[in-house]
C-alpha cells in the first residue's frame, strides 16, 4: 500500500517541479557548467519506476514550462525532455535488471545523448561552444544517479502514517 502511495501523480509532479525548480535556479556563471541536469534525472527516475505514469507527454510539458522560464526558442527543451523519456521508454526493460553501477553508466549515455542534441539544436538557433564542457552536467547526473535511487527507495519503504 505504501508502494501506490508514494507513486501516486501528486508525488510525481510534486518531486518534478521541484527538479524544475532546481533547473533553473539562478547561479553564478562560473559555477552553470556544474550543474546537474535535475530535470532530466527526475524524469528518467519516473520513467524507469512508474512508466504507465510518466511519458513523453511529461517529458513535453516540463520542456515548455523550461523554455517559458528561460526564454529559450519555445519547443527547444520540450523536444529535449520527449526525447530523453522516448529512450528511457526503449531502455526500460533492460534498465531494472542493472545494477546501480550500469545504471548510473546508462544515464551518462542517455543524457549525454540528449546534451549532444541540445548542442546540436544550438549551433542551429544561435550561438554556441565547441569545448566538451556541455557534457558535465550528465557526468554529474550519473555520478548522483545511485545516491537519487537510494533516496527515493527509503522513501518508497517508508510507510505512510494514517
Not at 525548480?21 to 559555477?31: E, H, N
Not at 535535475?38 to 524507469?48: K, P
Not at 512508474?50 to 523536444?79: C, T
Not at 534498465?95 to 546534451?115: C, D, E, K, N, P
Request: proline share 6%; charged share 10%.
Amino acid at each position: 500500500m505504501a508502494n501506490r502511495s508514494v507513486a501516486s501523480l501528486p508525488w510525481i509532479w510534486l518531486s518534478l517541479l521541484l527538479a524544475l525548480c532546481l533547473q533553473v535556479m539562478p547561479l553564478a556563471d562560473g559555477w552553470q557548467i556544474w550543474r546537474p541536469d535535475w530535470l532530466g534525472l527526475m524524469l528518467i527516475y519516473w520513467c524507469m519506476k512508474a512508466p504507465q505514469k510518466v511519458g513523453v507527454f511529461h517529458g513535453f510539458v516540463l520542456g515548455i514550462l523550461v523554455d517559458l522560464l528561460e526564454g529559450a526558442p519555445l519547443g527547444q527543451n520540450a523536444l529535449l525532455l520527449s526525447l530523453l523519456a522516448f529512450l528511457c521508454a526503449l531502455v526500460y526493460p533492460r534498465f531494472r535488471a542493472y545494477s546501480l553501477l550500469q545504471q548510473a553508466v546508462l544515464i551518462l549515455v542517455l543524457l549525454g545523448t540528449v546534451q549532444l542534441v541540445e548542442q546540436w539544436l544550438r549551433t542551429l538557433l544561435g550561438p554556441f561552444s565547441i569545448h566538451l564542457s556541455f557534457l558535465l552536467p550528465s557526468l554529474i547526473g550519473a555520478v548522483l544517479w545511485p545516491w537519487l535511487t537510494t533516496l527515493f527507495r527509503v522513501f518508497r519503504r517508508r510507510p505512510v502514517e494514517e
